[in-house]
């Protein structure tokens, strides 16, 4: 038995990134103060103040951007606070079910479908007829308060690589293998 002495160098960068992006959100307005571009000008993305989370660690954070909210009509209803049913189609009546829109009663004594009157119709029990239900976005009012919000994604990002591949060791025990740092270095940009 023989030992051969290999050398082998991994180079690991670590990258620890921040993407900043903007959307348009929105939630119930229940009254009251609105703070809208009137008030202050509403900063950029990459000018609104956080703290950071602890360096290489995953983290999504989601921030309303200030300055930004506004009061408007609900998109889902179009200011009215109420959507057409579904399952009626805004009809207010669906197809009988005990005669399946005949009318007509497959029992001899009544020839009239009992249940819908002999019309082939009843109400809908889920709009009770209106055809309308109150829209589920704005809770009826019709309005919404939107903002901007900031997504800030922190992500670190790991590149590895291995000098002197044709050695023959696999490079998948080299995860098992403790070795010395040679160098390390940090800095808060990195350029080239």
Known sequence: MYVVVLSHFQYRLETFT?????????????GGFIDSSDV???????????????????CEMHIPVPHTYSVKNCPDCKGCGTTVCRSCKGTGKKTCSSCNGTGKNWQEDFPICTFCGGSGK????????????????CN?????????????????????????????????????????????????????
């Open 18 to 30: 921040e993407c900043r992006q903007t959307r348009q959100a929105s939630e119930l307005y229940d």
């Open 140 to 192: 009826g009012t019709g309005i919404l308060l939107f903002h901007t919000e900031l997504t800030i994604i922190w992500k670190n990002n790991i590149s590895e690589h291995v000098v002197d591949k044709n050695s023959g060791f696999p490079i998948s025990h080299l995860q098992e293998v403790t070795g010395k740092g040679i160098f390390t270095d940090e800095h808060s940009l990195v350029t080239h």
């Open 40 to 58: 202050a000008s509403p900063p950029a993305p990459w000018d609104v103040v956080v703290d950071p989370p602890p360096l290489f660690t995953d």
């Open 122 to 137: 009843v109400r809908c029990y889920k709009c009770r007829g209106s055809g309308k239900l109150k829209c589920s976005r």
